[in-house]
């Protein structure tokens, strides 16, 4: 395959997946982060296609680190300091059971891989933030493609199973030890908000300042990197590079720039294919159980302390199920959470601690890989 062709496949995908989701409902219930791994792992599989490995490696080693300002922008720094206690202290323990659950099944788990280090540092990255963190986490640490791909996988499927359990019995279940939320207002009492979208145009300015900003800030956290080390130090890039964009959006103009969210969401589609393509399924079979049971502990082990803690600090069911829904998906999957619990109050605090999730992602998860390191 041409790179030309191959550069076009990568980033022109995901708006076919994103269209898909809108128009067909088996892709909008699978997503369209799974449908871009499948067609990736596709792409990269096909008999008689070569994929240039190198040119898929560099194009997603380029998405993560322009994902992670665009998604930052919107982040209400203040607001989110600003929330209510339970909710601080409930996204706070999730943080800590994410890190300490990640940490002790890395190392009970040990023996089955000479990455496991790695992949606890990612899993933190992932279930404190999102799939930006975890995916330049392990772009950091240099993981194999192999694992890459693997824990991505895991963690859709372990992640799926969490999620279904969230929209149908886990109200219920954390009500038998935890206390009801106080005073919640339902959902159907809401009008649902359904705005007038902005222009085109407008849209299209605002993606593009944004765009130039978070290229700006990804070469200047590579120019520093480069001055100090005189080379690319990837862990010193990202730090830069999250510090840099969380600055910037205490900067109103920059939070308020239309359209910088979805193009980071975008980006990390593009990485989804494009990593996909490195998965070469005569080599993904011998480590991929260890992966999935390794990824499946972490979730099973981090929420069922989190939940025990949150039992102990008296945080209610409802506020300890969306800082879980916050930190392991991210904002996406807040309203649709919120909706399934009956609690419109969810929502402000769920998006919030989601987005300061993103931001504490890669330092928690390059602290613990650290931390852990033989």
């Not at 279940?173 to 649902?192: K, Q």
């Not at 980071?264 to 991929?288: I, K």
Request: hydrophobic letters at 55%; one cysteine or more; glycine letters at 10%.
């Amino acid at each position: 395959m041409s790179a030309p062709l191959l550069v076009l496949a990568l980033v022109g995908f995901p708006t076919l997946a994103l269209l898909a989701a809108r128009h067909l409902k088996p892709v909008a219930w699978v997503g369209p982060v799974v449908v871009c791994y499948a067609f990736g792992i596709l792409l990269g599989n096909v008999p008689g296609a070569h994929v240039d490995a190198r040119l898929s490696l560099s194009v997603s080693e380029a998405a993560v680190p322009l994902a992670i300002p665009l998604l930052l922008f919107s982040t209400d720094v203040r607001r989110w300091l600003r929330l209510a206690r339970p909710t601080l202290v409930s996204f706070g323990l999730a943080c800590v059971s994410a890190m300490v659950g990640a940490a002790a099944v890395g190392l009970v788990l040990k023996d089955g891989s000479d990455e496991w280090w790695k992949m606890s540092g990612m899993l933190v990255g992932v279930y404190t933030g999102g799939t930006a963190n975890m995916n330049a986490i392990g772009l950091a640490l240099r993981v194999r493609e192999e694992t890459l791909i693997l824990l991505n996988t895991a963690d859709i499927v372990v992640g799926a199973v969490y999620l279904l359990f969230l929209v149908t019995g886990a109200q219920r279940v954390a009500r038998l030890f935890l206390e009801p939320f106080p005073r919640a207002t339902g959902w159907d009492e809401v009008e649902e908000e359904g705005g007038a979208a902005q222009p085109l145009a407008r849209r299209a300015w605002g993606m593009a300042r944004a765009f130039l900003l978070a290229a700006l800030l990804v070469g200047a956290s590579v120019g520093t990197s480069l001055l100090v080390f005189r080379s690319v130090e990837g862990p010193l890039v990202l730090l830069l590079l999250t510090s840099l964009s969380l600055a910037a959006s205490f900067v109103p103009a920059v939070r308020a720039l239309d359209g910088a969210y979805a193009l980071g969401d975008y980006a990390l589609l593009v990485f989804c294919v494009a990593v996909g393509t490195l998965a070469d399924a005569s080599r993904l079979g011998d480590a991929g159980p260890f992966v999935f049971v390794f990824t499946a502990a972490v979730v099973g082990v981090s929420v069922a302390l989190h939940f025990g803690l949150a039992a102990l600090f008296r945080i209610d069911a409802d506020t300890a199920l969306i800082t879980s829904t916050a930190t392991i998906f991210g904002p996406p999957f807040i309203a649709p959470v919120a909706r399934a619990l009956g609690n419109r109050e969810l929502v402000v605090s769920g998006l919030t601690t989601g987005l300061m999730g993103y931001a504490v992602g890669t330092y928690l998860g390059l602290a613990v890989a650290w931390l852990l390191r033989p």
